[in-house]
C-alpha cells in the first residue's frame, strides 16, 4: 500500500467522522485545507483507487485510540470442562460475568457436560447460563433439605 492510498483512506475516515448537526462548510473546509484539496472531483476519482481491504487496516492505525474487543475463535480449538470446573465457574462468578468472560459455544458445551443433551437452539448465551445456574441453585436447595431431614430424624 502506498503513500497516497494511505493518505486517501485517512481522508475517507476523516469524511466519515463529519458532524451533520454542526456546519457543513467549516468541517468541509477544514479538510481541505488539511489535505491540500482545490477540486472535490479529484477526490471521488482518488476513492475509485483505494483498495477497500485495506481501509479497516489504515483506520486501526490512524485511530488506535478506539478499542477494539476481539473474540477468540473456538474452531480448533477443542473446549472440554469437567462438571467440578463448572461448579466451581458457577461458585465463584456471577451470571453476568460468566456471560462476559464465556463465548456461546463454551456455555453449550459446559450445559452439555451437565445434562448429556445439547440446548435448545432458540436459547441466547444467557438463557443457556441461566439454565445451568437453575441447576446448581436446584442442587444446593436438594442438599439443604437433605442436610435438614437427616438432623431432624
Same mark, same amino acid.
Request: aromatic fraction near 6%.
Given at each position: 500500500?502506498?503513500? +497516497?492510498?494511505?493518505?486517501? @483512506?485517512?481522508l475517507? $475516515?476523516?469524511? =466519515?467522522?463529519?458532524d451533520?448537526?454542526? =456546519?457543513?462548510?467549516?468541517? /468541509?473546509?477544514?479538510?481541505?485545507?488539511?489535505?491540500?484539496?482545490?477540486?472535490?472531483?479529484?477526490?471521488?476519482?482518488?476513492? !475509485?483507487?483505494? #483498495?477497500?481491504?485495506? %481501509? *479497516?487496516? %489504515? +483506520?486501526?492505525?490512524?485511530?488506535?485510540?478506539?478499542?477494539? !474487543?476481539? *473474540?477468540?475463535?473456538?474452531?480448533?480449538?477443542?473446549?472440554?470442562?469437567?462438571?467440578?470446573?463448572?461448579e466451581?465457574?458457577?461458585?465463584? #462468578?456471577? @451470571?453476568?460475568?460468566?456471560?462476559? #468472560?464465556?463465548?456461546?459455544?463454551?456455555?453449550?458445551?459446559?450445559?452439555?457436560? $451437565? !445434562?448429556?443433551?445439547?440446548p435448545?437452539? =432458540?436459547?441466547?448465551?444467557?438463557? /443457556?447460563? *441461566?439454565? @445451568?445456574? =437453575?441447576?446448581?441453585?436446584? %442442587?444446593?436447595?436438594?442438599?439443604?433439605?437433605?442436610? #435438614?431431614?437427616? $438432623?431432624?430424624?
Amino acid at each position: 500500500m502506498d503513500n +497516497q492510498e494511505q493518505r486517501l @483512506i485517512k481522508l475517507i $475516515l476523516e469524511i =466519515s467522522k463529519i458532524d451533520l448537526q454542526n =456546519s457543513l462548510d467549516d468541517q /468541509i473546509n477544514n479538510i481541505k485545507k488539511n489535505y491540500e484539496i482545490d477540486n472535490l472531483n479529484n477526490i471521488f476519482n482518488a476513492l !475509485t483507487k483505494v #483498495n477497500k481491504a485495506h %481501509i *479497516k487496516k %489504515i +483506520q486501526t492505525v490512524v485511530s488506535p485510540s478506539t478499542q477494539h !474487543t476481539v *473474540k477468540v475463535t473456538t474452531k480448533n480449538k477443542k473446549i472440554n470442562f469437567s462438571e467440578k470446573e463448572i461448579e466451581e465457574i458457577f461458585q465463584k #462468578n456471577d @451470571i453476568n460475568d460468566i456471560n462476559r #468472560n464465556y463465548t456461546k459455544k463454551e456455555v453449550e458445551t459446559m450445559y452439555i457436560c $451437565l !445434562t448429556k443433551s445439547k440446548p435448545l437452539t =432458540s436459547l441466547n448465551k444467557f438463557q /443457556i447460563i *441461566k439454565n @445451568i445456574d =437453575s441447576k446448581y441453585k436446584s %442442587i444446593h436447595r436438594a442438599k439443604k433439605i437433605h442436610e #435438614n431431614y437427616t $438432623l431432624s430424624v
